[in-house]
């Protein structure tokens, strides 16, 4: 059934939309992990912005946050940060996710009113991919 499903959500897009989706809040939370803690003001801004993305997941978003900080903390920990960043702007093909992904996580970046260094080596490194 869930094969059925693919087949047909990839004929309206809904596939490569989710993608690009789930791209943006991996990258949304990427930055809010990054500095070592994740505050209320970065959670506040993601959920804020959550809500005009287009979720269609199984997966409920905040659940989706939940275990992608969990994986950001492994990623930071091994220091595969750029890595992470190149491969999930591969997945945003279009150029108005891609600036909306910026401005995101430049958002996140400054909602604790502190840009770290590690946050803006990162950035630089999404600015880059535009």
Same mark, same amino acid.
């Given at each position: ?9 990839? *004929? +309206?897009?809904? %596939?490569? *939309?989710?993608?690009? /989706? ?10 809010? +992990?990054?500095?070592? &803690?994740? %505050? &209320?003001?970065? @959670? ?6 959550? &809500?005009?993305? %287009?979720?269609?997941?199984?997966? &409920? ?10 994986? %950001? ?6 220091? *595969? ?12 093909? *279009?150029?108005?996710? #891609?600036?909306?992904?910026? #401005?995101? /996580?430049?958002? @996140?970046?400054?909602?604790d009113g502190i840009v /770290?260094?590690?946050? +803006? +080596?990162?950035? #630089? ?6």
């Amino acid at each position: 059934m869930k094969f059925e499903q693919l087949l047909n959500h990839l *004929d +309206s897009g809904t %596939c490569v *939309d989710q993608l690009q /989706t789930e791209s943006v809040v991996d990258l949304a939370v990427l930055l809010m +992990s990054i500095d070592g &803690e994740v %505050c &209320e003001k970065e @959670l506040t801004v993601l959920n804020q912005w959550i &809500e005009k993305l %287009c979720w269609n997941s199984e997966i &409920e978003a905040g659940l989706y946050i939940s275990n992608m900080i969990t994986h %950001c903390r492994d990623v930071i920990a091994k220091g *595969d940060i750029e890595h992470f960043i190149h491969h999930r702007m591969k997945h945003i093909v *279009d150029a108005p996710i #891609k600036e909306l992904a910026y #401005k995101l /996580t430049t958002q @996140l970046a400054k909602a604790d009113g502190i840009v /770290t260094e590690s946050e +803006s +080596s990162a950035l #630089k490194v999404i600015e880059a991919e535009l």
